[in-house]
């Protein structure tokens, strides 16, 4: 089983609906990040959270909001969707330096990707 | 802010060595990443650098000037496998251990 599993893995909706986006991870991790792509780009951190209460903006957070319900969930929501946030979306996580016992390197771990249409 | 700048794309041919680069301007910088993404898949961690200098694993090895905003990645021997984005990224402990991607490098390799 995957450690970053997101649901769903693919969505079509319509413009003005509202949609969420989950994920879970059995990492342990404190941090946890949401990044979209869009076709040629490289990926756009969306938000970012550092432990439960901790929940911060990242480069494009226009338009969406994020739920950390636990330390291993992460939700991504949509509002009303709009046909420019069609795109590939991913959630990833990673440690906190000194959780490990290794060097930490901040490493992200990706889940499989939520690919979302809006039409 | 911050600038990221990588090739859009690159060819080689099997066997043969590839260079791709990347160079950055960035505050509060500490730490240069690549990964790999495979077309419709995860992007893969593939190295890190917070100090100046070669970092070797494999037949992946990446390299990092902080003075110069500069880092490479240097693939050696090849495999059609290695067709696939090339991701640029900065950040770290610094910056709040989220990272700052850059538009990725599109590699072909070529029998």
């Known amino acids: 089983d995957a450690d970053v599993t997101q649901t769903p893995r693919n969505r079509i909706t319509k413009t003005g609906k509202r949609i969420m986006l989950e994920c879970s991870q059995t990492k342990g991790h404190d941090r946890m990040y949401w990044y979209r792509q869009d076709p040629g780009l490289g990926l756009q951190l969306i938000y970012y959270?550092?432990?439960?209460?901790?929940?911060n903006k990242g480069e494009i957070s226009d338009g969406y909001s994020v739920s950390r319900q636990a330390q291993a969930k992460f939700s991504l929501s949509l509002e009303s969707a709009i046909p420019n946030q069609t795109a590939l979306y991913f959630c990833?996580?990673?440690?906190?330096?000194?959780?490990?016992?290794?060097?930490?390197?901040?490493?992200?771990?990706f889940g499989e990707g939520s690919r979302l249409t809006v039409l | 802010g911050q600038n990221i700048d990588q090739p859009t794309e690159m060819t080689a041919t099997e066997g043969a060595i590839v260079q791709i680069n990347c160079t950055y301007q960035t505050s509060g910088f500490n730490g240069l990443f690549w990964y790999q993404q495979h077309a419709g898949e995860a992007p893969t961690f593939l190295s890190y650098?917070?100090?100046?200098g070669l970092e070797e694993k494999g037949r992946f090895s990446s390299f990092l000037s902080r003075s110069k905003g500069y880092s490479y990645l240097l693939l050696k021997e090849l495999q059609m496998k290695d067709s696939a984005s090339y991701l640029c990224?900065?950040?770290?402990?610094?910056?709040?251990?989220?990272?700052?991607f850059g538009q990725g490098t599109e590699l072909s390799v070529k029998p």
């Open positions: 990224a900065v950040g770290g402990h610094n910056q709040g251990g989220k990272l700052i």
């Open positions: 650098n917070v100090l100046d």
């Open positions: 990833a996580t990673s440690d906190s330096p000194g959780q490990g016992p290794l060097r930490w390197t901040g490493e992200l771990f």
């Open positions: 959270s550092f432990d439960v209460k901790d929940i």
